[in-house]
Each structure stands twice: as C-alpha cells, then as structure tokens.
C-alpha cells in the first residue's frame, strides 16, 4: 500500500489575498508612493469583507510593503523596505539565539574581503571624500569616555559607507547586518565603554592602507587588507571579551540594580513556568 502524500495546511483567506497582493505590485511594476487600488475596489475585485481586506493590508504594511494613510487622499502606498527594517526583522529571528563576537567576526571575515574587491574601481572622490571624513572622528586619540565610544561606532561606520557602494545587493545585506550587530552587541557595548587605543590605531592604519588599495583600483590587495583587518579586529575584541568576562565573575556582587519595569514584570510573572499535559 502506497503511503498517502501529505496535503499543504490550508491558507487563511488573509495569506493568500496579501500574496496576490504582492505579485500584483510586482507584475504592475509599482514603486515607492504608488497607491494600491482603493479598499471598495479591492473587495470587490477579490470578493472578500472589508475586514479580510484590512488584516491583509495590515499583514504587508507589518511586512514594510506598504504604507496606509487616512483622509480624502489616503490609502494604501507602495513603501520602500528600508535597511533598517530588514536589520529589525533579522534581528527578531536572532531574538532567542543571538550570535557571539566570533561568530560575527568568522562571517565578516569571509564576506567584506568579498565587499571591497566588489567596489574597487567604482568610488569617485566624492564617495573617498565621505569616508575619509567619517576616519577624521577616530585619526586621534580620545579625550574622553563619550569620545571612545563614538569612535567605536564611527569605525563602523566606515564600513557602511562601503556597503553602499556595493553593486551586489545580497552581499551588500549580508555584510550590513554583522556590522548593524556589533553596534548594539551588549558585549561589544561592555567593550566600548572602556579605553582601547590599540583597537583604534591598528584599525586606522588598516582602514588607510583599505583606501590607498580602493584609490589604485586594485581588487586583490583591498582584499587582502580587509581579510588582515577582520583577523587582527576579531583577535583584540575577543581579547577585550575574555578580560571583561574575568572582571565580571570578580566583581559579580557588584553588578548594577535590575530596571523598575524588569522588577514590575518579574512581580507580575514569576517565572518561566513549565508546559503540562
């Protein structure tokens, strides 16, 4: 006897009209600021209730496809899904899982070699001119705390400016979103907040030697600079996590007052609580 094939879980009504949806803007080729048809037309057209309409429309607008507004000249409007967006929408899925400093660092160092060989040749002085201006906040050292942080994410930034210049735009997300992490990465954030002028200086000195390559249009040695840069970053930063994570067990007793809204949601959730049944 032969096994029967599984049959696909029905979609909700809501799935499959938001699909169409999207293959309609696809087909009709419309871009940011193009309104969709008007709510009446699109319940008649699909024959569906006008609250089918509105959770499918709000599906794409949670999405980022789309935008509303009310009023005479409201409706639906085609939106632009931002960067950020997408970065918030990874971040989601990396919610309960989130990835360590090596981790970040073993992706970039196969990925932004990739990058900057991509855009060797195609940035003009105006694009030289942007990242030699964000390089200026950190060719010195810090005169305080707030000044070396903003040197941390100013060298980050750096490296955006390069990833908009990147023609492939799969790479150009994937080598965005390490970048967006180590900015808001509790640990690096733990790092940033404490004096690293080696972290800085060799950084520097790499990210000048990056440019020269840029400037010559030599894809290979751009390469070869960013592949030394990551190895040398990954190594100090988690040199820097290894002293703070020894300093954290030494001073565990110290460790600063839970928030006045965490104590609120422990007091009205105690616990993760076990399933039964």
Not at 159 to 167: I, S
Not at 183 to 212: F, N
Not at 239 to 248: P, Q
Request: hydrophobic share 40%; glycine share 6%.
């Amino acid at each position: 006897m032969s096994t029967p094939t599984p049959t696909a879980p029905r979609r909700k009504r809501t799935e499959v009209i938001a699909e169409a949806l999207k293959d309609y803007i696809a087909e009709q080729g419309l871009v940011p600021g193009d309104r969709l048809p008007q709510e009446q037309h699109l319940i008649d057209a699909l024959g569906a209730s006008k609250g089918t309409i509105r959770e499918a429309l709000r599906a794409l607008e949670a999405q980022g496809l789309i935008h509303t507004r009310t009023g005479p000249k409201g409706g639906a409007f085609i939106a632009e899904v931002s960067a950020d967006r997408s970065m918030e929408l990874l971040g989601n899925y990396f919610f309960f899982r989130p990835p360590t400093i090596h981790d970040i660092y073993e992706v970039r160092k196969q990925l932004e070699p990739a990058l900057v060989a991509s855009i060797a040749g195609l940035l003009d002085a105006e694009a030289f001119d942007g990242l030699e201006k964000v390089m200026a906040y950190y060719d010195h050292p810090p005169a305080t705390l707030e000044e070396e942080r903003t040197q941390r994410i100013k060298e980050l930034e750096f490296h955006l400016l390069l990833v908009e210049h990147c023609p492939n735009p799969l790479l150009a997300l994937m080598c965005r979103y390490p970048i967006r992490l180590l900015m808001s990465h509790t640990v690096c954030l733990r790092i940033y907040q404490h004096p690293y002028p080696e972290l800085r200086q060799r950084g520097h000195d790499y990210q000048q030697q990056l440019i020269a390559a840029l400037r010559d249009g030599d894809a290979d040695r751009a390469s070869r600079v960013m592949a030394e840069h990551m190895c040398a970053a990954q190594a100090l930063m988690e040199e820097r996590e290894a002293m703070l994570e020894k300093s954290f067990f030494k001073a565990a007793g110290a460790a600063s007052s839970p928030s006045r809204e965490y104590l609120a949601l422990q007091g009205h959730w105690p616990g993760k609580t076990t399933p039964t049944g």
